[in-house]
């Protein structure tokens, strides 16, 4: 009995949509710059090498739509770099649609940030680590509506949790050494003005007593009294008769009262 050929073509459908697949997936590697979370071949797939590259993650829009209760995505960036995801457009409007961001290469363990319905758009995330997983979870299927968003994904410097730890333990370095620059410096200033004050102080209490610079008689000076002597009547006047007011007796080496003056 002869069959029909439409039975002889029954692997037609089934091989047609296996065609379909390896198209998308083969797609998937070449369309590599742009990753949808509707798209089954990415949310399955291994995790993404950015290396340098700027990919941008779509929420819906890959073509051959696929939905399912949960999308995982992972990307890679190279051994010394880090990545950053950057939200271009952000709207969640069903509550039963999270947003989750890991800092891993699964999507286990505690999530970095979440997001839900209502949220203000993130501006820029950037991770210590190589790797970012970003996961969409349903609580039901929604044909993929009422939430979109677009998020590029780049390689920045890498900077990890030891770095972090030495940037941070030098800044507090630089701080206390300034700190104590700034402390040396004020203290020097101080006994600067301190010393400079006590020299001015002990300068205005000096009097100055400029020496007699005036120049010597010429000539001898004599005294217009006679030296007084150790004579019981020395300290008493002479016995000569002077009028009263009247300049003394001009100096003479004998005493009038002992000797006679010579003829």
Known sequence: MAQSPMADNGWFYPGLKIICFLTSFIFTVIDAESVYMDKWG???????????????????????????????????????????????????DDCGVTLK?????????????????????????????????????KAALNNNQNYEFQIDVQESDSFTGEDVVITSIGVFVGIIVTVMIIILVIAVL??????????????????????????PPQYPVQPSAPPLHDHPDSHQPNNVNVPPYTPPPPYSQYDPSTEKQPV
Do not use: W
């Open 42 to 92: 990415h949310c399955t797939g291994n995790a993404i090498s950015v290396d340098g590259d700027v990919y941008t993650l779509f929420s819906t829009g890959g073509g051959f739509n696929h939905e399912s209760l949960i999308c995982e995505i992972t990307f890679k960036a190279r051994h010394d770099k880090s990545l950053c995801l950057t939200f271009k457009t952000f709207s969640i």
């Open 101 to 137: 961001i890991f800092e891993r290469s699964t999507a286990s363990g505690k999530n970095r940030d979440m997001f839900g319905c209502n949220d203000r758009k993130p501006n820029r995330i950037c991770t210590t680590e190589r790797y970012f997983t970003v996961k969409l979870e």
């Open 190 to 215: 101080v006994i600067y003005c301190c010393c400079k004050k006590m020299r001015h102080s002990a300068g205005a209490n000096i009097v100055y007593n400029p020496a007699n610079t005036a120049p």
